[in-house]
């Protein structure tokens, strides 16, 4: 069964400052990976994804993501933070077999940044 | 043109009612989901169709029944309403089964009193 695990339930950055958001997966083949980003009041946005290939994927909004195969991680990260970027962010696999139907979500991480 | 639409938007009812919650999306995917999120944010998966049929049901109680008239449409209904019944519930879809990239409808807010 497919899993996910966000260590960091609330994470406190200064605006300008550069931010990592941890996320680590268990699934038994490649995985679909998936960041999402949830403003208050609002639906899950797509961030960025990874489905094969490079390693490094570049998302919107100046975030991006490392798949590490040997860590089982896939850590969202932004060199400098604004204070736009305060939400819930949601860190997800996906199965990508056939007939799977499922992501599984990580309980997200809170993001307060600081003026 | 919104993707994934809900409605209501907001809900307040009694403990013991019974309502519905709709959902459509018109990106032509053909599966479709509902989620509920709780006070602590936490999301989780209640059901999942695709082509109008159940894939997913993620021991739900038998209260809640999801129906499908078409592959864009996937409604919520709740039977005898409870308190813990309260969240925010999400519709989504994506292309298909192969656990691709989702997109959510903007929640509908159900406070049971």
């Known amino acids: 069964a497919q899993s996910v695990t966000q260590p960091d339930i609330h994470i406190t950055v200064s605006e300008g400052a550069s931010l990592e958001l941890r996320c680590n997966y268990s699934y038994g083949a490649t995985p679909y990976l998936f960041w999402y980003v949830q403003s208050p009041g609002q639906g899950l946005q797509l961030l960025l994804k990874y489905f094969s290939g490079d390693t490094l994927v570049q998302g919107i909004k100046g975030f991006e993501a490392e798949f590490k195969r040997s860590q089982s991680s896939f850590n969202l990260r932004k060199p400098s933070v604004h204070w736009s970027d305060a939400a819930e962010y949601f860190c997800a696999v996906g199965a990508q077999d056939t007939n799977a139907g499922k992501s599984t979500f990580g309980d997200g991480t809170t993001l307060t940044v600081k003026p | 043109d919104t993707a994934v639409s809900q409605t209501p938007k907001y809900l307040v009812t009694q403990m013991g009612n019974d309502k519905s919650i709709k959902c459509e999306q018109n990106l032509g995917h053909d599966t479709m989901y509902w989620y509920k999120q709780d006070s602590k944010k936490f999301l989780k998966i209640m059901f999942s169709y695709n082509n109008k049929e159940l894939i997913i049901n993620e021991t739900v109680p038998n209260r809640f029944s999801p129906k499908s008239p078409d592959k864009a449409h996937l409604n919520l209904h709740i039977n005898s309403l409870e308190l813990g019944d309260s969240a925010v519930y999400f519709c989504?879809?994506?292309?298909?089964?192969?656990?691709?990239?989702?997109?959510f409808g903007p929640g509908t807010r159900l406070l049971v009193l």
């Open positions: 989504a879809s994506s292309q298909d089964l192969r656990g691709e990239t989702q997109y």
